[in-house]
């Protein structure tokens, strides 16, 4: 197949990015398959410039970037290019774009409803899917309308629109729940802009913090326990992954610092809990739309009561990343996970979604 990859753009998650579809590439060049690679944020990716990127971006660097250096990229956002990425002849060659972006227009419905406009087939999610499951507030509605547990929230931000919100900062007193609280923006993955807030004083500080980063901010009641994930690929899941952070929660560092954290796969669990939790990650995939392949994390009370966090519809694949753990526990190597992710979107009818 003619496959092009899309990493880079300018979220906070460039990095993550670039070493995801760098990886990605050299998989699916291993299986024959003739790969292009495209940054959103600059345009094609020449031999020259992939030799570049491989010699600078061989690993994910402890913090993410920052906002200035993000805007520099491309003026102020991934716009500059967007327009005319579907014009592009690895673009409009391609027999599908593998989307190795994570956050911002990469993972938002946005790009994917480029592509849709211009007839390119692409992996993952769908453009409504996608911004769904982008939208933490609107996530969680959806999973409890299909029975899919998970913590209490509200959302507070600028909008201060919707079942929910409310347009004033809260303090601690006005919380529904006690603390401590998990405070994150509302559309941002690999938990940039979060915290947990335990003290009082803390959760100002915390949602100016988060605020940083979208318009929209989510305080959830924080789940004490284990830390859970399921990847699923095309409807079915991997066995149930454990992480244990060096840190109280899976944070940026603890995701791509070797070291900082360990995972169990298959988690250490009795069967019918991993089950349990691998019929709720099938319920949320069906809930948000999702397709191709994703991964649905939980954290797990001392009860064996399970809380699901999020789904990440483009989750990250690089060498500490959790899907493709998973997927060796299932007994599938990286290369042959990204042909059947490949494959799923060459031969994806989305409807629309």
Not at 146 to 154: K, L, P
Not at 288 to 309: E, H, N, Q, V, W
Request: charged letters at 20%.
């Amino acid at each position: 197949m003619k496959i092009t990859v899309f990493l880079g753009g300018t979220s906070s998650e460039r990095d993550v990015s670039l070493v995801s579809g760098l990886r990605i590439s050299e998989a699916l060049r291993t299986r024959g398959h003739e790969v292009t690679l495209v940054d959103p944020a600059t345009g094609a990716i020449d031999a020259a410039g992939e030799r570049a990127l491989r010699e600078n971006a061989s690993r994910v660097k402890t913090a993410p970037p920052t906002l200035e250096a993000l805007a520099a990229l491309s003026g102020s956002s991934d716009a500059g290019m967007l327009p005319t990425l579907a014009a592009l002849p690895a673009v409009r060659d391609a027999d599908v774009v593998f989307l190795a972006l994570h956050g911002g227009q990469g993972e938002d419905g946005t790009v994917q409803a480029l592509l849709d406009m211009a007839g390119v087939r692409y992996t993952g999610s769908g453009h409504l899917a996608s911004a769904l499951a982008m939208d933490k507030d609107l996530s969680k509605i959806l999973f409890r309308a299909a029975g899919v547990r998970t913590a209490d929230w509200i959302m507070v931000g600028e909008s201060g629109m919707g079942s929910g919100h409310d347009s004033r900062l809260p303090t601690a007193d006005s919380l529904p729940f006690a603390l401590p609280v998990v405070v994150k923006p509302s559309k941002q993955g690999s938990t940039v802009g979060l915290t947990v807030v335990k003290e009082r004083d803390q959760l100002g500080p915390a949602i100016v913090e988060a605020l940083k980063y979208d318009d929209e901010v989510m305080i959830e009641a924080f789940v004490a326990g284990r830390e859970f994930t399921v990847g699923i690929l095309g409807g079915d899941a991997f066995p149930v992954g454990e992480i244990i952070p060096k840190h109280e929660i899976y944070d940026y560092e603890c995701k791509y610092t070797p070291g900082m954290a360990r995972e169990v796969f298959p988690a250490d669990l009795p069967a019918e809990v991993a089950a349990e939790m691998q019929r709720q990650a099938r319920l949320a995939f069906a809930a948000l739309k999702l397709g191709g392949c994703a991964r649905i994390d939980f954290r797990m009370t001392s009860d064996f009561t399970p809380y699901c966090l999020e789904a990440n519809t483009l989750p990250g694949m690089t060498e500490l990343s959790l899907i493709p753990q998973g997927a060796a526990a299932a007994g599938m190597g990286f290369a042959e996970l990204c042909e059947r992710i490949a494959r799923l979107g060459c031969h994806s009818d989305r409807g629309g979604n």
